[in-house]
């Protein structure tokens, strides 16, 4: 791996204990690290306080909810880990570049088969919200490649965090299988020691060649990385309150038939496979036309007279 600092290659060898630099705690209030981590303090209690969040954190994840939001992690990931290989030579990234120890995209993958099937690029739609965190992590691989860090941080460094609380949570809320099916995306199956990798990971960040202006603009870029990531949730949690509680494990949610159609997630599901066709929007579309109601309510006012008759 191209590193601009001296040390081991890194994602040949999974064993994060080699790394002289991880024994490194001194840290002064101008390094990078310190930097990031009081500069987005906020963002990070704001975080850990959305709705979604809270929910989550309390169990009251709902399957069908929890595959949405592994749906939008892939798209995230797969912007953020094309641009991390894009600028692996770049010297504004290239310490940081950790693909065997940190990237998620085959996990999602795998994740997202075990939930959706073979088919489950045909079957996922990016969302909104996802979109728009999608088309940032673009625009600064692209032409701001010295704010990636920031987006590398934001993700990975909660991942190995927070994120471990959250596999746990998850595996007993949905009741995934103890092999760790559908959780993969928490397994950083090449990080014996997070914590280890953590001061690793820091101690790189602190020895990029930035000044003043470019670390400012990074702890920025970050807050801005936590806001596009709670948009994502308030935009699950939104979706998730149209879900009722009986779609544990894989029910049809009711839907009143108003708003933007594009907005239901089951509809988003058929589209690769059987068009713009949700069974629920169809139904509560149909139901609503004022000579449907007079022929149903013909056809029950019918059933209860055939009924009575028979009982009688
Ligand atoms: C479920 C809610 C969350 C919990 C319980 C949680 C918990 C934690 C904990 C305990 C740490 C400190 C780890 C350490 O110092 O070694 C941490 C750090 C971090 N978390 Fe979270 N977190 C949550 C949500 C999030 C979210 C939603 C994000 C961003 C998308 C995030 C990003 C980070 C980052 C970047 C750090 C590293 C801070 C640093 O040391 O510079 N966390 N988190």
């Known amino acids: 791996m191209p590193s601009a600092m001296e040390g081991p290659e890194v994602g040949e060898d999974a064993d994060v204990s080699r790394y002289e630099e991880t024994e490194d705690n001194n840290v002064s209030p101008t390094d990078l690290s310190e930097l990031l981590k009081e500069g987005t303090k906020e963002s990070h209690d704001r975080a850990e306080n959305t709705q979604f969040v809270k929910d989550f954190l309390k169990g009251r994840i709902r399957k069908e909810l929890f595959k949405l939001a592994t749906v939008a992690l892939h798209f995230t990931y797969s912007a953020l880990e094309e641009e991390m290989d894009r600028n692996k030579d770049n010297p504004v990234f290239a310490p940081l570049y950790f693909p065997v120890e940190l990237h998620r995209r085959e996990a999602l993958a795998k994740d997202l088969k075990y939930f959706y099937g073979e088919d489950w690029k045909e079957k996922i739609q990016c969302s909104e919200a996802t979109q728009q965190y999608v088309d940032r992590i673009h625009h600064v691989g ?22 471990q609380v959250l596999k746990k949570v998850a595996q007993r809320a949905l009741k995934l299988p103890s092999t760790e099916e559908g959780i993969q995306f928490y397994v950083f199956e090449n990080v014996s020691n997070a914590q280890q990798f953590k001061q690793l990971y820091r101690a790189r960040m602190n020895a990029l060649d930035l000044d003043k202006n470019t670390k400012e603009r990074i702890v920025e870029e970050a807050n801005r990385a936590f806001r596009f990531n709670m948009q994502v949730f308030d935009e699950l949690d939104k979706i998730g309150r149209s879900l009722p509680e009986e779609a544990q494990d894989g029910g049809f949610p009711v839907h009143d038939g108003k708003g933007d159609i594009r907005k239901c997630p089951y509809y988003a599901d058929k589209l690769g496979a059987a068009g713009p066709g949700c069974p629920f929007h169809a139904a509560v579309g149909l139901a609503r036309q004022p000579l449907v109601q007079l022929v149903l309510a013909a056809c029950v006012a019918v059933a209860a007279g055939a009924a009575a008759w028979y009982i009688l």
């Open 142 to 163: 692209q032409h701001e490649p010295e704010l990636l860090v920031a987006h590398a941080y934001t993700r990975y460094m909660g991942d190995l965090s927070g994120g």
